[in-house]
């Protein structure tokens, strides 16, 4: 009871007995647009200080989400289960607008929508960090300390209540225009389906959104989707990784976005990604994967002894720490100009990583640079497969496959140790040899540094051979046949494209004892982008990722992530189409490969076979991109097999999967830039 009455008291506080939201004059949002995907209705909004996405969530499991960049924070409200199926009616789209706060009007948006149900019987309502959302739509759970109880006045019931420490904090409104509310449920009108009025706000700061002539220059395709999704994503703070999900900082989304989007970008737009990666690195030069800000801080803080709400870092992936220093490097030397890289280098970053610091960008790259010597020195010192780049110790995720399953719990991945510690060594290279840094460095710098490509070379020699897979075809036809079978899908395509020969490929990962885990895998395009492999490698690798599903990753809806046929059946049961990193396609990896192959086909040292291989391939892919265009903007999505095809199924819209798709992904508008060749663009209708 005292929980109650407290949270009626804060609901006073913040809102008065009748919440009345302050109306604007009606105008057109500088951002608006809405996005149908699988079950999920979905509909933007960027005005000002406003930005929103809302979520209606049909079928037998509704609820109502608004995800706010503002703090990475959002409302959520989940229903029970409903015996049939219902759709949402979105009648008025969000609209932005204010809503009274503890110390004064804070961004907010008003909506209108209708449901053809019964009655919808309220299960929990979540108002805090997107992240203790996430946590309750995937496993049920969130903080208690977050709870609050609804306040119900006549046909209205709100939810609301001050931040932890009390700054202002979270608003989530659901008034009825039609049906009632009774105990606990919202209860629809005979023959008259419930309608309500929607008023959702977080008092979180908000973000500085970049305007469209600091985002896109004139190269971009005419791509309304993608052109969407990457504004709702972009402010001069920082990149959004993700909607409505990942409404934050990550630095992988940030670089590997940043580099495909490079030949399309604004330099405010690549400074504001690069500034964001820099301003988080550690004492050591270490990249910030993700960021814990908002009310996530607050907690989190709490909970180690400590107060305030300084942003909490984690620094536990590998595969960024590498990624900074080639990106860096194309758009410092290649992109742009001598005056602009230099003014970018000498710019003052406010370091998250170290409070209370202050140093110029060039600084923090150098340290940057330092961190990669370091860890890269003792594999070059004496090459063992104990001495390259590991996940940490007691983890199962350390690059972008980031679940649990996703790298078929190896210790070391390809994609680290083939491609970004070599590629990250030689790009320190090149800008010692520019003269870029030389005002940042100390002796000690510039003498490590000399011996980069040294060390390159010989991480490019010896690392990936270590991951290559060689399986003779009379042992690697016979688990392509029973993987098809499991799958209800035809083998004999894949069958036909191995033949006689070995099954080479890549390894995804290398387990504790150095033994290669034989799954097929996507982050061959890496090596396209960031490496000049010799030209057999590539008409090797390229052919192995290029076959048929499930011999290679191919199939009529996009490019599988992985393939796990050459493994055992436990392995094979972890990479299902349900598995966020399974047996399902994710949009910027078939973007990576197609600009991976773009920039291959520039060199002029590939024999006619070798660039044979490389334009099949390009075919090949961008007939599969082209079949899936209307979901591209998506983060992933999964497939069924039916009438001889594969169809698209959106990922989270099955039971089984293990989480849901972002209907707004950074890395997937990268088609902005990552183009079809001239000679296939009529066949694909791309201009």
Avoid: C
């Avoid at 009648?91 to 019964?118: K, M, N, R, Y």
């Avoid at 739509?137 to 208690?144: A, D, L, T």
């Avoid at 999900?245 to 970008?265: C, H, I, K, N």
């Amino acid at each position: 009871m005292k929980t109650v009455a407290r949270w009626m008291l804060a609901g006073a506080m913040l809102a008065g007995t009748g919440l009345a939201v302050a109306q604007r004059p009606a105008k057109v949002p500088e951002l608006a647009y809405q996005l149908n995907e699988g079950q999920n209705l979905n509909a933007f909004v960027r005005e000002g200080p406003v930005a929103a996405h809302l979520l209606l969530r049909n079928g037998t499991d509704p609820r109502i989400l608004v995800a706010f960049p503002a703090g990475n924070s959002g409302v959520g409200l989940w229903f029970e289960p409903l015996a049939r199926a219902a759709t949402w009616r979105l009648e008025q789209p969000p609209h932005p607008t204010t809503a009274p706060g503890v110390v004064g009007p804070q961004p907010a948006i008003v909506i209108i929508a209708s449901i053809e149900a019964p009655q919808l019987r309220i299960r929990q309502a979540v108002l805090s960090s997107i992240r203790f959302l996430r946590d309750y739509q995937s496993v049920g759970r969130f903080p208690s300390e977050v709870a609050v109880d609804p306040v119900v006045t006549d046909n209205t019931i709100r939810w609301s209540r001050p931040r932890l420490d009390g700054k202002p904090g979270y608003l989530l409104q659901v008034r009825l225009l039609s049906g009632s509310i009774r105990g606990g449920a919202l209860v629809a009108d005979i023959g008259r389906p419930i309608r309500m009025e929607i008023t959702a706000s977080s008092g979180e700061a908000p973000l500085t959104g970049l305007a469209p002539n600091e985002l896109l220059n004139a190269r971009a395709a005419d791509d309304p989707g993608a052109r969407n999704a990457l504004r709702f994503l972009s402010y001069r703070e920082k990149f959004l990784a993700g909607s409505w999900r990942f409404q934050t900082y990550f630095g992988r989304d940030t670089l590997m976005s940043v580099r495909l989007l490079m030949p399309v970008l604004q330099p405010q737009a690549i400074e504001a990604g690069l500034g964001s990666v820099l301003a988080r690195l550690d004492a050591r030069g270490d990249v910030a994967h993700e960021e814990g800000i908002g009310e996530f801080a607050v907690l989190d803080r709490r909970r180690h002894g400590g107060s305030g709400d300084a942003a909490v870092l984690d620094y536990a992936m590998v595969d960024d720490d590498y990624m900074l220093a080639p990106v860096a490097a194309a758009y410092l030397l290649d992109h742009g100009n001598a005056a602009a890289a230099r003014a970018f280098l000498d710019r003052p970053l406010v370091s998250e990583g170290v409070p209370g610091t202050t140093a110029p960008a060039g600084k923090g790259l150098v340290r940057n640079l330092r961190f990669v010597l370091d860890t890269a020195r003792p594999f070059a010192d004496d090459p063992g497969y104990a001495r390259l780049v590991a996940i940490g110790k007691g983890r199962l995720t350390g690059q972008w496959r980031d679940s649990e399953e996703g790298l078929g719990r190896g210790r070391y991945a390809y994609d680290v140790n083939a491609v970004f510690v070599p590629a990250a060594l030689e790009s320190a290279a090149r800008m010692l040899r520019a003269g870029l840094l030389d005002r940042y460095m100390t002796a000690e710098d510039r003498a490590a540094l000399a011996r980069a490509e040294a060390m390159a070379a010989i991480w490019r020699q010896r690392a990936p051979q270590m991951f290559r897979v060689s399986l003779p075809a009379a042992q690697a036809k016979p688990r392509i046949e029973g993987y098809a079978r499991s799958l209800g899908i035809p083998a004999a395509p894949a069958l036909a494209a191995i033949g006689g020969d070995p099954l080479v490929f890549h390894a995804i990962a290398l387990d504790d004892e150095g033994r290669p885990i034989p799954i097929v895998h996507s982050d061959e395009g890496f090596a396209l982008m960031f490496a000049d492999p010799s030209p057999a490698d590539l008409e090797t690798y390229v052919t192995a990722a290029m076959r048929p599903f499930p011999a290679g990753l191919m199939t009529d809806i996009g490019m599988l992530v992985a393939n796990a046929a050459q493994t055992d059946a436990v392995v094979q049961a972890r990479f299902t189409p349900a598995a966020y990193h399974g047996a399902v396609v994710w949009s910027w990896q078939q973007a990576l490969f197609a600009a991976g192959l773009e920039r291959q086909l520039a060199r002029r040292d590939l024999p006619p076979t070798t660039r044979a291989v490389l334009t099949g391939a390009q075919t090949t892919l961008w007939r599969a991109i082209d079949a899936t265009r209307a979901t591209q903007s998506s983060e992933l999505w999964s497939w069924a097999y039916s009438g001889g095809r594969y169809r698209v199924v959106a990922f989270g819209a099955g039971k089984q999967d293990v989480d849901e798709s972002n209907a707004a992904q950074l890395w997937s508008t990268v088609y902005l830039a990552v183009q079809p060749p001239r000679r296939l663009r009529s066949a694909t209708g791309r201009r």
